[in-house]
């Protein structure tokens, strides 16, 4: 196993350089660079009359080199694009073109936002899409199961961000009910409230959110759980743990329990660390959340550079990591699965 992933670990520098280098190959030919977007606010920022664009032409002649300096632009794009990867080897991703902060400051700032929302979103989802899924198969064809998967497929059917306009209208100040926050994960006065009220605050802002998050995820998981056990029970080795006499909980909790939840436990890590750097832009910008999604977002519409190539550098690092521990995990879950013995 050890030279397995070794071998997948030496893959991931070529994967990372791949990725890198065709990102800031494109970035040389999108129109409208970071310099030129400063350039932009000046002339807004001095109106829009002849004068104030005479201003913002005499600008761009005094100062446009100086901006290029100032961001690097000077430099050929081979020299800037070694200088980028040299930085991220020491894992430092840069600083902010924009707002004049590290990578690693804006990232850690917006965080836990994304936390907050995949976290409670991936721990809701799967406490309640394995126990369905599971009581589904055990059911299958039951009324309960055609019921259950008509809610969940309605579900996931409906947009989250189409989801999220409908909970604002009828319970965060639209056209009936104020009952929930619409800005922000607490409330002005949180560092006033007790640890009860504190906890209370952070569940109340996060309610709607969660909902549009879960909603169009109980379906993946649940039917992925249904379908897995719908298999095992169906093998042979279930039918001859049945002819023994066997309980059906027995049956169910010892010899196919195990096997059903290899695709499911393999995904944890993907999917719990995903939830740290989960992306939801639209939900994010619906309920006033600044997190992930929408500096991510910014960073492109803005020409932030050095957020856009340091974040994407640091999320597929971890997706790498991720994917291989999934793997490794399939040993760990069914000892059968053996690495590098193909072709021996």
């Known amino acids: 196993m050890l030279p ?3 071998k997948r670990l030496a893959l991931m520098i070529p994967t990372l350089l791949g990725v890198l280098t065709i990102t800031f190959i494109v970035m040389q030919f999108v129109p409208g660079g970071p310099v030129e977007q400063i350039m932009a606010e000046a ?4 109106g829009g009359d002849t004068g104030g664009y ?4 005499d600008l761009d002649k005094t100062q446009i080199e100086e901006l290029k300096k100032l961001y690097g632009f000077d430099k050929p794009a081979h020299v800037r694009y070694f200088e980028m990867l040299a930085g991220f080897a020491r894992f430092d991703l840069g600083k902010s073109f924009l707002q004049n902060k590290e990578v690693w400051t804006l990232i850690k700032e917006k965080l836990p936002v994304s936390m907050s929302l995949g976290l409670w979103t991936f721990f809701i989802s799967y406490l309640v899409s394995i126990p369905l899924g599971v009581a589904k198969a ?3 064809g039951s009324r309960f199961d055609i019921v259950s998967t008509f809610f969940v497929l309605l579900g996931y059917a409906i947009p989250g961000f189409v989801l999220g306009i ?19 994960l607490t409330s002005d006065n949180w560092e006033e409230l ?16 969660l909902i549009c998050l879960v909603i169009t995820s109980f379906a993946v998981v649940t039917l992925l759980t249904k379908n897995t056990f719908v298999e095992e029970i169906r093998k042979q080795y279930v039918l001859v743990a049945r002819a023994k ?15 059903a939840l290899i695709p499911l436990v393999t995904g944890f890590p993907a999917a719990f660390i995903g939830a740290f750097f989960t992306g939801a832009l639209l939900i994010e910008t619906l309920f006033s959340l600044d997190g992930l999604g929408l500096l991510s977002y910014e960073s492109v519409v803005r020409r932030d550079y050095p957020v856009v190539l340091g974040s994407l550098y640091l999320f597929t690092l971890i997706a790498l990591v991720v994917k291989l521990v999934s793997d490794l995990l399939y040993m760990v879950v069914d000892p059968r699965v053996q690495f590098g013995s193909v072709g021996r």
Do not use: C, M
């Open 4 to 6: 397995y992933i070794l």
């Open 43 to 46: 002339r807004a920022g001095q």
């Open 54 to 57: 005479k201003a913002g032409r």
């Open 138 to 140: 055990v059911h299958e």
């Open 166 to 184: 409908l909970l604002i209208v009828l319970f965060a100040g639209g056209s009936f009910f104020d009952v929930f926050p619409l800005r922000g």
């Open 194 to 209: 007790s640890t009860f009220a504190k906890l209370k605050d952070y569940f109340w802002h996060l309610t709607l959110p």
């Open 245 to 259: 006499g066997l309980s059906q909980r027995r049956v169910l909790y010892k010899h196919i329990f195990r096997n």
